[in-house]
């Protein structure tokens, strides 16, 4: 069997943005094209489309004011001022010379129709609470991709949610109360060594409160723990 090396394909560096309030482009409007800018809107982005029509789906959202509609065939100068480009026409040539017109402006660029020649992946992923998972390999086998992310949907349940809403809140509330950065670590550290998240897949909510205070020793009292605990079961509700 082959060995298969890394110059076989491309490998990308893992990274997560920020797209609130930043303009994104994309350049098709069929299902690929949809489902793009959905994750996109999720994400706070300023989405604009660029395609001679529209299903209804885009048409509710240019309607809403949510997406901006650019009712023409595409031009280089529809990327200016974006930070993201979708490349998701039916079009795999029109697909490539967007990929080229982005990577001439310095832009980041998905090629749905073929990814190696795009500048970044849209992973397989899912998020509980603050918690996102995401899977990618390479844009080989996007099916792999969204097989591994099943696998661990299970695996990490929705009590991560309000785990991670707990343990924030707890961090903050330490590092107000105590300055001394080394023995804060080693209280966070101790504190996720806890079977927290066993707890509250079990429902027990009460031991929580009363364990953390415990290897807190005296920096929190109780009380607060259980306040802390308390927003954060709202949080993730």
Known sequence: MDRVRSEDFTTYCPLFLSLKDRRCVVVG???????????????????????????????????????TWVA?????????????????????????????DARRLGLWCNTASDP????????????RGPLTIAVSTAGLSPAVSRLVREKLEKEFGPEWAAYLHFLGGLRRAVQKRSADSERN????????????????GNGRFQEI?????????????????????????????
């Open 185 to 200: 670590q080693a209280l966070f550290r101790a504190v996720v060594q806890l079977p927290i998240l066993e707890w509250i």
């Open 29 to 67: 409007a069929g299902t690929v094209a949809e489902r793009k800018a959905r994750r996109l809107l999720d994400h706070g982005a300023q989405v604009m489309v660029v395609a001679r029509d529209l299903n209804p789906w885009w048409r509710d959202q240019v309607a809403r004011e949510r997406v």
């Open 116 to 127: 190696q020649r795009g500048t970044c992946l849209v992973p397989a992923s899912f998020r």
């Open 72 to 100: 023409s065939s595409y031009e280089p100068h529809h990327l200016q001022g974006a930070v993201l480009v979708f490349a998701v026409t039916s079009d795999r040539a029109l697909n490539r010379r967007v990929a080229e």
């Open 209 to 237: 409160p009363q364990a953390v205070g415990r290897v807190l020793d005296g920096v929190l009292a109780e009380t607060e723990i259980e306040r802390e605990w308390e927003r954060a079961w709202k949080a993730s509700s």
